[in-house]
């Protein structure tokens, strides 16, 4: 393993132990309201700082981009960038319902190139390095192989802070759902993506997602052999928060049926994302 993503793997561990610790006793939490419907608690900035702390350790340099903390180090000098969700599912964990994990990627010269997802719960330990494939634990990781739409598991998450966009999200999800054998919307954005390199799920999409929410699922994914991309097909950008992913022969696929919804809003977000 290279020795960035072992700090990277041993900060998600430290990370997954203090959520695991505080899942015993959810009821002594102190939360907090950002915004309507999204919560945080003491746990997600614990976590954080414990991820922090190991990185800045091994790395005093490098740059940071964390949910709870914002911005540290020199951005636009340093050549590495972290990229920190410490609590990925917060509404989750505080009602002990088993979907949540800890993400972390790094980008050198503004490439993905590291990623873990931890599933703290499951003891589940998803890493991938740019070049040298994607693993669960010690086991390597293929996308699926489903070819036809009809059979495939597709994920998603709702529009739940930005409604700006939900009846848009609505028609893409009533023009996808006869179309598949089944979706999932469980709430962690960042192990979902993670169960798309796993071949769990066969594909993915969502809208309104933020930069920590999709850096390592991206670089998971495209390790495992699955495609990622915008909802118009082009490389994902990480500012606009919206993604499709599949296997190869589903992406295309799931992007025909998504893609007409798309409002010149949405196109607006994405591209304006490209330019930053
Ligand atoms: P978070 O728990 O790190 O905030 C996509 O659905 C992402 O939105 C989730 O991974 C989750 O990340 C975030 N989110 C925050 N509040 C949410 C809510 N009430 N419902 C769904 N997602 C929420
Ligand atoms: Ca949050
Ligand atoms: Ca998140
Ligand atoms: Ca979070």
New binding site residues.
């Given amino acids: 393993m290279h020795p960035m993503l072992s700090i990277a793997v041993k900060a998600a561990r430290r990370a997954g132990n203090i959520i695991n610790q505080a899942s015993k006793n959810l009821d002594l939490l102190t939360v907090s309201k950002k915004s309507h ?4 608690s003491e746990v ?1 900035g614990a976590a954080e700082e414990a991820i922090i702390k190991v990185l800045q350790a091994a790395y005093p340099d490098h740059a940071i981009l964390a ?1 709870e903390s914002g911005h540290r180090g020199d951005h636009n000098n340093s050549e590495y960038q972290w990229i920190i ?9 505080l009602h002990g319902f088993p979907k ?1 994990s800890v ?1 972390i990627a790094l980008k050198y010269k503004g490439v993905l190139t590291h990623a873990v997802i931890y599933d703290p719960n499951n003891n589940e330990l998803f890493t991938a390095s740019r070049g040298s494939g994607a693993f669960l634990n010690d086991r390597r990781l293929r996308v699926s192989k489903r070819i036809k739409l009809e059979d495939c598991l597709i994920g998603t ?5 930005d409604l700006t966009h939900i009846d848009a999200y609505f028609a893409m999800l009533k023009d996808i759902v006869p179309r598949i054998a089944g979706i999932r919307r469980p ?6 993506l993670a169960y798309v390199a796993a071949g769990r799920y066969d594909g993915f999409w ?1 809208i ?3 930069p ?2 999709m850096a390592a699922g991206c670089l998971l994914i495209t390790e495992a052999g699955g495609l990622v991309g915008d909802l118009e097909g082009n490389e994902t950008q990480l500012e606009s928060g919206q993604i499709i992913a599949g296997n190869p022969k589903i992406f295309g696929q799931l992007l025909q049926v998504i893609a007409p919804h798309l409002t010149p809003e949405l196109i607006e977000v994405q591209r304006s994302a490209k330019s930053i």
């Fill in positions: 419907s999204d919560f945080v997600d949910e969700d410490p609590l990925d599912g917060t509404t989750n964990f949540y993400s998450g709702l529009p739940f802070r709430g962690s954005a960042a192990l979902d969502e309104g997602l933020a920590w929410d």
